[in-house]
């Protein structure tokens, strides 16, 4: 894409803000208030072939954030091991292992990092980890998009996949994405985790997320929050060092209790009569 475009079809009203990471600079729609990093990274050059993508998250943290999920789901009765579900975007799968440990059996991840793949197909005792698209057959009860969309430049397109392909009628897709809204965000500046500028594209509130969201067809949105492993007792976010010790014991759990925390989560129901 060569022209700076918004997810919600703007293409003349955007704010040009100082911040920059290269030759990318963050632009803020007027329209409906989403920021984007332009230029987009190129996909091409293997930004998400590499080797030691996602190294760095433990598993204590990967069931933090898995445990955020189950949570949000259990408030709308949707935890059910009965239930067919996909997490999309899966890296390392290792919700698959905790959906497998709670009973579910049905469960399936779709990974594009070829080494993530090979690594959770030797692990997992399954023949449901999918690296193409053209492998998820039937529908699903539940798709998990984990800090998945905002790497995607046009992200409506997934998302339109998920709801008229992907999805069972009356089916849920529970995501996850940086919250723009986050008050360390301001505190931190460049050095903010949400930013991951050699990644990431979109940046929403929750307000502008769910613009977003109740403007797809056949979408309700059942909730938005901003919400995350923070403040919980399940927190699997262990800071290695003594700045980040500090920032996270105070700000971070003050910002988190106050709704400014660093993630929005959000469940949107596919309407039942959606083929
Ligand atoms: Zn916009």
């Known amino acids: 894409m060569d022209q700076l475009v918004c997810v919600c079809g703007e293409v003349g009203e955007f704010q040009q803000r100082r911040i920059s990471f290269g030759n990318r600079t963050l632009f803020l729609c007027r329209s409906c208030g989403t920021a984007q990093l332009y230029p987009y ?3 091409d050059v293997g930004i998400y072939d590499r080797s030691e993508y996602h190294c760095k998250i433990s598993k204590e943290e990967y069931l933090g954030y898995f445990l955020v999920y189950k949570e949000i789901l259990q408030r709308f009765s949707l935890y059910e091991p009965s239930k067919r579900i996909l997490d999309f975007g899966a890296g390392h799968c290792c919700y698959h292992e905790f959906l497998l440990k709670d009973g579910f059996t049905d469960v399936h991840s779709y990974e594009i990092n070829p080494h993530l793949v090979e690594e959770a197909r ?47 009628p009356g089916g849920v897709l529970i995501l996850a994405l940086p919250n723009f809204d986050s008050w360390s965000r301001h505190v931190l500046y460049k050095r903010w985790l949400g930013w991951s500028p050699q990644e990431h594209i979109w940046f929403f509130t929750p307000t502008s997320l769910r613009r977003l969201l109740e403007s797809l067809d056949g979408a309700k949105v059942l909730t ?34 106050i709704g400014k925390g660093d993630q929005i989560v959000s469940i949107v129901q596919k309407a039942r009569n959606l083929t």
């Open 224 to 257: 938005v929050v901003a919400e995350a492993s923070v403040n919980k007792p399940y927190n699997g976010f262990f800071p290695n060092t003594l700045f980040k010790k500090i920032y996270f014991h105070t700000l971070m759990r003050f910002f988190e209790a």
């Open 41 to 43: 990274p190129n996909a």
């Open 122 to 168: 030797a692990r997992i005792p399954s023949d449901n980890v999918h690296s193409r698209l053209e492998d998820l057959k039937g529908e699903f009860d539940i798709i998990i998009a984990n800090h998945v969309l905002e790497h995607i430049p046009d992200l409506k397109a997934p998302l339109r996949r998920i709801l008229t392909e992907w999805l069972r």
